[in-house]
């Protein structure tokens, strides 16, 4: 494999840490938020604030990770989404700041009261923030960017009157609920929990209908946005394929009520298939048609840098990660609520 | 003319980023270090009121982290949002840094989210204190990384550009840079300097408000003592700072020090205002002083303002910035000298009121310092953003939206500072720890 695509790979695996983690904890926020507000807080709030809290800054740190390495490895997607992002980028920065300090303020700053001003404020960021990086994904099949001889812009009418551009949103909106109702589903069940168990797998069921309907709609407006990346798409439909399959697993064990492991393996792979063959299609190009990951690819030596102090900060990070799986996903004690107290 | 508003605005914004950004920054390198140091003492010492201390730390820096973070965000993306052009061209030679940088921050946000919630998990009471190790390491490492870049930006190296596009890098030689000693151990003296000066302040507040448990007294001089401390080594670095300047960015000591002429012996000039023939007036001559900062003996050389092009000198008022931050961190180090000096001063025993009172001011002098020492080295190398290679006005965005933007972040950090310090307060005085010491049957302090 050539260095930019090990590059790409690397960052696109980031970005798919990122889907994973960030619609387990916007999705949360949600739930918890609608929970409080329809007065039976504590049936699932405990449960969510459990896993929320040991993990909540990890979040974050894909998302840099993701950005900081498109600007390493492809220095000119710097240029042209750094100038014409910036109303959006700064959106999301505040957004993103908001729920991240609400969170610190309301988990460790009051004494198990829950404020419902904050709880709103997360809530309601756990769904902005994802509709407003999912455009990005819209963007990048170009037309919405362009460049002439005054710089680079971002065409606003061209991005809000797409219809991919919304079909990427309502997606990226059903699929945070669905993982995240997927995940707390498997959590409630380690945990013994029955009564949350129960409403989260109503969440799981219901949010599963319409994801898989807007992945549809955003599989055939790409037709209509990208004609190429659309035929590369069908040239590897296996993939979309099986990701149809997992979801359609994943489904099943919890609507059986078992093996919700497997069931939360099955949804990863699920968007794991979809994810990875959507990126796949969409190469050589990172926006197109102005950037594509050959011709824009940082020099050699940076690369080469840059791939082994990735390698050495996996070796580094992995067991970490592993580690605070074990203590707050897979210790039974804990999931439960009986230790972890904070301090 | 459209691009030129935009770069003063980018300037500003970015500016204002980092001001709010380097405190929150500089608590996050420096107290996982106090925290550790009180549970390790704590544990050792088998005195509780220690470890309770750590405790206490613990949750407040949970907030000021949170802070952080979401600044930290911020500048990581707006410095391609605001910078695009810079990032086109140094993306080339600073991405290993940047990528490392984070890598750090990955550990220490993994480790501190283990680190609170494992109190009392262990079977062995020092494995939760090594928790913090990791903690520590990360987030200094995250500043070394962050502060490699910096200097990279004072005294690039490591590269040839041509046409605009840098051939040849070499990573590790950008990143160690002749800048980077000095810049790394300021930055984490500093921070340390910071975080013990806030904590000491608060042990210090506590102790006149009245409160006069033991615990107070312990934390106070575990606070000001680590303060005395890593005080003298900012100072001392400080002066190997003044050295590196002399010999790699000699406009910018000059500017400084509005030390027009070349020559030997140069006296250095304190305090004062200039006029606009350029004319020093009110100032503190002290003879051969800055050519001893420069190089150690008083018949040094000094380079003059006046060896450099008119459009390529750092404005003159960087004068100001340099001698309020040396001011201040003078009064920080006399501070903690006074406080182990507390038995032969006047005022009453055991501590006199005015010395508490200068110890809670430590960290707001701290912050003070840093912030001008920030901007000192930062508004001290324009015009230039990648000094000799590249100007901020060719750097900035071209997007016509930067105004609006400034006035959204403005809000955003008024609100989340006040609500920080709201919150923090809240949280000490809803739980005192002469509860708290109560609660956990800690009266004498020891457990035996």
């Not at chain 2, 030679?93 to 262990?122: K, S, V």
């Amino acid at each position: 494999m050539s260095y930019e695509i090990v590059g790409i790979a690397i960052l696109w695996t980031f970005l798919f840490g990122y889907l994973l983690v960030a619609s387990i904890d916007f999705g949360a926020g949600f739930f918890s938020f609608y929970s409080v507000l329809t007065g039976h807080q504590n049936k699932i709030h405990n449960i969510i604030q459990r896993y929320l809290s040991p993990v909540w800054e990890v979040t974050n740190v894909f998302l840099i990770f993701f950005v900081v390495g498109l600007n390493g490895f492809f220095p000119d997607a710097a240029y042209y989404y750094g100038t014409a992002l910036l109303v959006p980028g700064s959106i999301a920065i505040v957004l993103l700041a908001i729920r991240g300090v609400y969170y610190a303020y309301n988990t460790y700053g009051h004494s198990g009261k829950n404020n419902i001003v904050y709880m709103a404020l997360y809530g309601a960021t756990g769904l902005l923030i994802p509709a407003a990086l999912s455009t990005v994904l819209a963007i990048s099949e170009g037309g919405i960017i362009i460049e002439n001889s005054t710089g680079v812009h971002l065409q606003w009418g061209q991005l809000l009157s797409n219809p991919y551009t919304w079909a990427v949103i309502i997606l990226a909106l059903v699929s945070v609920l669905y993982i995240s109702a997927m995940f707390l589903a498997y959590y409630a069940k380690r945990a013994g929990d029955k009564v949350a168990f129960e409403i989260v797998r109503g969440y799981a069921l219901l949010w599963s209908g319409p994801t898989i309907v807007a992945s549809l709609l955003a599989f055939f407006q790409i037709n209509k946005q990208n004609p190429d990346h659309f035929t590369n798409m069908l040239n590897i439909a296996w993939m979309f394929v099986a990701s149809f399959i997992c979801f359609a697993g994943a489904v099943y064990l919890v609507w059986q009520r078992r093996h919700l492991g497997v069931s939360f393996i099955l949804v990863m792979l699920q968007f794991a298939f979809a994810w990875y063959g959507y990126g796949r299609s969409h190469l050589p190009y990172v926006l197109y048609p102005y950037i594509n990951v050959y011709d824009s690819f940082t020099n050699s030596t940076m690369a080469y840098a840059l791939i082994t102090a990735f390698v050495a900060g996996l070796l580094v990070l992995i067991p970490s990660l592993i580690l605070i799986l074990r203590l707050f996903l897979f210790d039974a004690k804990y999931v439960r609520g009986h230790e972890g107290k904070k301090g | 003319m459209s691009s030129l508003d935009p770069v003063l605005l980018s300037r500003i914004l970015t500016g204002l980023t980092l001001f709010v950004h380097i405190i929150f920054a500089s608590i996050g390198v420096g107290v996982p270090l106090m925290i550790a140091l009180a549970e390790w003492r704590g544990l050792r010492t088998n005195d509780m009121h220690y470890t309770l201390l750590a405790r206490r730390w613990a949750r407040g820096f949970v907030i000021t982290v949170a802070v952080g973070v979401v600044t930290g965000t911020s500048i990581g993306l707006q410095l391609s949002l605001l910078w695009p052009m810079f990032m086109r061209v140094a993306g080339q030679a600073i991405a290993l840094p940047l990528f490392m940088e984070t890598f750090a921050f990955f550990i220490e946000a993994i480790f501190l989210g283990i680190y609170l919630y494992t109190w009392d998990r262990f079977k062995k009471k020092y494995t939760h204190m090594l928790l913090l190790i990791p903690v520590a390491l990360g987030s200094s490492a995250s500043a070394i990384f962050i502060t490699t870049v910096n200097s990279f930006m004072n005294q690039p190296q490591g590269f040839t550009l041509i046409n605009g596009i840098m051939k040849d890098i070499h990573p590790i030689a950008a990143m160690l840079n002749p800048a980077t000693p000095t810049k790394v151990s300021h930055v984490l003296a500093s921070s340390y300097t910071l975080s013990a000066g806030v904590l000491a302040g608060i042990a210090a507040f506590s102790l006149l408000r009245g409160r006069d448990h033991v615990y107070y007294k312990k934390a106070l001089k575990l606070t000001t003592v680590s303060a005395l401390v890593f005080a003298i080594s900012t100072v001392m670095i400080g002066d190997s700072s003044g050295k590196f300047l002399a010999k790699y960015q000699p406009e910018k000591l000059a500017a400084a020090e509005w030390h027009f002429k070349t020559m030997k012996e140069a006296p250095l000039v304190y305090g004062g205002i200039l006029d606009e023939n350029n004319e020093v007036k009110y100032a503190i001559e002290i003879p051969y002083a800055l050519s001893i900062l420069a190089g150690n003996r008083p018949d040094t050389e000094v380079k003059g303002l006046e060896e450099f092009p008119a459009d390529l000198r750092p404005p003159l008022s960087i004068h100001y910035m340099f001698d309020l931050k040396v001011t201040t961190g003078v009064i920080i180090l006399m501070i903690p000298v006074l406080y182990v000096l507390r038995r032969w001063l006047p005022g009453r025993k055991p501590y006199p009121k005015w010395l508490l009172l200068g110890i809670v001011l430590l960290g707001p002098l701290a912050m003070i310092a840093i912030e001008l020492g920030w901007m000192f080295a930062e508004v001290g190398r324009q015009p230039w953003i990648l000094r000799g290679y590249m100007k901020v006005s060719e750097a900035a965005t071209t997007s016509t939206s930067v105004g609006w933007m400034l006035v959204l972040f403005i809000l955003l950090y008024l609100i989340l500072c006040f609500s920080c310090i709201r919150v923090l307060s809240k949280l000490f005085r809803n739980k005192e720890a002469e509860k708290e010491l109560e609660t956990l049957g800690l009266e004498g302090g020891i457990v035996h």
